[in-house]
């Protein structure tokens, strides 16, 4: 599974229907797939190499001739079963799924045969290097007495964990784990450590789409309940377990010490609270409309009902753990259905990509024709879907999950609620029975309008409209700063250095003012209250565009989140000068030269602060407008962003003349002075997007 970091979907080219503002959610005309008439996902290929290859060897083997008593796991028998290609030396991945078949048999059998205890004994230590050891005597005990969806979420976890720890080890010799799986599994790093037969066993099992491929199939929703063979998982168990003891013995052979990554930690939680709480009558409805809906496969239905009860027992980890395949496998049903494309239900075959949200949530389809199911969906529910799973600053909950990068035992609820609360909308909103989407009309009516009326709050437009505020927010703190009792009046030149920015900031005020929203207006003008957080409220509140954003709308945002984050860095700094200097000038603890510099700078804020209140506004300005730059020639745009580079170099010089290390208050109104120039001069050439836009 591709965890697409370092991909930019969002700079996909835009159009123009987008920038007109929202789009409603649009609906399905096509006729979706009748969910009773399909039985796997898996293709004619996939189905063969996972449920019946394995079978098809008849052998017996003595579990004690790889498996001593104490545990100890004898490679060399298991790499026997791995074969190779005649011509090359790459994995013959189906003759090698065939030889292990009954191995794995005989393990699965040996494992059921083991109590609780027994099992502790011989293995408890040897999962210790995962620091997941509850995952495995969870899924020891399934092992003995499997039902409905239970192998599949534990090999779920089993596989994430798995994951993250081999990259783990990765890091003992390596420096950039690779992001995906089977990069992982093929790097010279663990093929060191573990050895390049014992990596080929791995892949065999979850690392290449050429073999059993157990982990993409399963977490892209794929495999149905118990479709997958129950002793593939019991063979990945003592894998595991095999692979401890190959590294106990690394780390005694080099001296290293085995270092695991800290899990990811989500903040700001309210902002993920998206939904109310879901309640039990929400629940049970729920359930109804997962088998009457007609994005949910019949074959798929227990997993649905299964996450459901996870939430209830409040085990929030594991019921995300089951939707987002689910959820994943709904969209492909209804992506196939208004695409037209309903062979791409299936798993692909090794020879090509299968059909996951990666595609599904782009603007166009691999052939670059229009992909229809974001008009289907909505803006909303597309910018949620991206908040949520795509957006570089956002949770990224099914990469980070997927790739054991999250405490299970700590997960928000906050996450499972909004996750499986917007799923519910989905159902409701595809529903088979009107009878039934009418009643749940009414009760999904909550959750429906927080559905409709979401707005992302990860997109890097979303996050500069924030970087705004809390910047104001900053600014506006100046004003309570504390003030000397006898703070010492301007005269001469130092009054004439003030004054200047003052003449240069009216002239550009009256340029700005006229680029201004019609229902949006300044104050009167006054230096001293040029903006307010009730008006910078109001401009950030203008709705832009933000879905499949061109390349150039996104590299101009990105400048102007540089900006701001300069601009509120340098206002942190004179805040916290500014009351460090009065508590040492209240003291009498300043040198005759630091007293005359805290003067310098009080008097220097006066100017400054205007100064950064109106890079705000343009900010905020070139924001609202911000996808016209797409009429500009590739000429002005690029004058355009030398300009922004312009009052980025500025701001960052500002950040390190008001540094507590330098203190250079003189040279920052010069400084001003200079920028005001510039921007001046830019403005009267009319090229400013909040300009053009008029």
Known sequence: MNRGRGKNREG????????????????????????????????????????????????????????????????????????????????????????????????????????????????????????????????????????????????????????RVLGDVFLLIGKDCPFLLRDLLASWELSTIFGQSVMDVLRVFIGSPNGLNLRNILWHGFASPQEIPTKYSSMLVLLTVGLGQLLSNYLLQTQSDFVHRPYVLFTNLEELHVFPDLSHELLSLAEELVVRSSIVLRTMQPFWITALTLFRQHRYADCVMLLLPQLESGLRLLFTTVNKCPSRLITAESSSLYTTFDEMLAKQLSNEEVNKLPSVLGESAMEFLWDFLNHQEGPRIRDHLSHGEISLNNFPKEIANSLLSFSVTLLGRFSKDKTTATKAHASLRPLVSCANSYCSQFHPIAL?????????????????????????????????SAVTPYILFADIFSLVQVCLPQDVRLPDGSANNLITEKLMIELCSKPVCILFCPRSVLEVTVV?????????????????????????????????????????????????????QLILILITLELINIHTVCVKNPTEYQQYLKFLKMILQYTENLVT??????????????????????????????????????
């Open 12 to 163: 996909m080219e835009g159009d123009e229907a987008q920038r007109a503002g929202r789009t409603e959610a649009g609906s399905c005309n096509a006729t979706i797939l009748d969910c009773d008439s399909v039985t796997t996902c898996l293709s004619s290929t996939v189905h063969y190499m996972v449920c019946e290859l394995g079978f098809e060897k008849e052998a017996n083997y003595a579990v004690n001739s790889f498996v001593t008593g104490s545990g100890e796991i004898n490679w060399k028998i298991i790499i026997e079963h791995i074969h190779y290609s005649k011509t090359d030396p790459n994995v013959d991945y189906e003759k090698s799924v065939r030889s292990l078949g009954p191995l794995c048999e005989s393990v699965h059998l040996h494992l059921q045969s083991l109590t609780m205890k027994q099992f502790e004994e011989q293995f408890v230590m040897w999962f210790q290097w995962t620091q997941c050891s509850e995952i495995f005597f969870e899924m020891f005990d399934i092992l003995k007495c499997p039902h409905s969806t239970a192998i599949e979420l534990s090999l779920m976890k089993l596989t994430s964990c798995l994951e």
């Open 464 to 496: 500069l409209k924030k970087q705004v505020l809390q910047c104001v927010e900053s600014i506006n703190l100046w004003s309570d700063l504390p003030v000397v009792p006898n703070e010492q009046e301007m005269t001469g030149s130092e009054e004439d």
């Open 560 to 612: 102007l989140r540089q900006i701001g984050l300069q601009c509120h860095q340098v206002s942190c700094q004179v805040i916290s000068t500014c009351e460090a200097r009065y508590k040492q000038w209240i003291n009498k603890s300043l040198r005759s030269r630091q007293r005359q510099n805290y003067l310098r700078l009080r008097r220097s804020i006066k100017c400054l602060l205007p100064v950064l």
């Open 657 to 694: 003349y008001t540094s507590p290390e330098k203190n250079k208050w003189e040279e920052t109104l010069e400084l001003t002075h200079k920028a005001l120039i510039k921007i001046r001069t830019f403005l009267e050439k009319q090229q400013m997007l909040m300009q053009l836009a008029k």
